[in-house]
């Protein structure tokens, strides 16, 4: 759960860096656009995110709910919301605080939490040829040609990191579990 926040997260923190320029990905990583009824559990998460991107260290907020019909996601820096998006298995709407740098890319995030999220089986249905999805004591790494480029880590305190060596992040994710929280 917390990795789907992670890579959400992420993507707004690059907000919170706008005078920073993304460099060209080194890989394009492959499109997911899983179902949300492929997700195993509903979700509903409160965030706390630490993104790096180079020597740029940015803390952001996100909130996550998801279903068997939707994945909802709204992600604020500095008590404004920088998007919010609603995925249904076929569109992702998307709504964008102006001051979000058009490198933080909806789809990108919506990749990055399905990934971390999502079950194995649907991801590697997902995948083009030449592309792999390895899991190991708790990691996850996306790899192409046994090169990995999606890493998910597990950390102390239930926290998570999720490297993108592609795009050249780091997202360290720590969840707060509102459906559990409520019972």
């Excluded at 993507?11 to 997911?32: D, E, F, G, H, N």
């Excluded at 993104?51 to 260290?57: A, K, N």
């Excluded at 490198?103 to 919506?110: A, F, H, I, T």
């Excluded at 890493?151 to 994710?173: F, Q, S």
Aim: proline share 7%; net charge negative; aromatic share 4%.
């Amino acid at each position: 759960m917390q990795r789907l926040i992670l890579t959400l997260l992420l993507c707004l923190l690059l907000a919170a860096c706008a005078s920073t320029r993304m460099p060209v990905p080194r890989v394009q990583l492959p499109t997911l656009q899983l179902p949300p009824s492929a997700l195993a559990q509903p979700l509903q998460l409160q965030q706390r995110l630490q993104f790096r991107f180079g020597s740029h260290e940015r803390e952001l907020d996100a909130l996550l709910e998801a279903d068997g019909e939707q994945v909802r996601l709204a992600v604020q820096a500095m008590g404004q919301t920088g998007v919010r998006m609603v995925w249904d298995g076929h569109t992702l709407e998307q709504t964008r605080a102006p001051w979000l740098p058009p490198q933080v890319r909806g789809e990108r995030v919506l990749d990055d939490l399905q990934f971390a999220l999502w079950p194995a089986d649907a991801i590697r249905a997902a995948l083009p040829s030449g592309w792999t999805l390895v899991e190991d004591g708790g990691r996850r790494r996306l790899e192409q040609d046994g090169k990995a480029w999606l890493v998910l880590e597990p950390l102390e305190n239930g926290r998570v990191r999720l490297r993108n060596l592609a795009e050249g992040y780091e997202l360290v994710i720590e969840s707060l579990d509102m459906g559990q929280a409520e019972s």
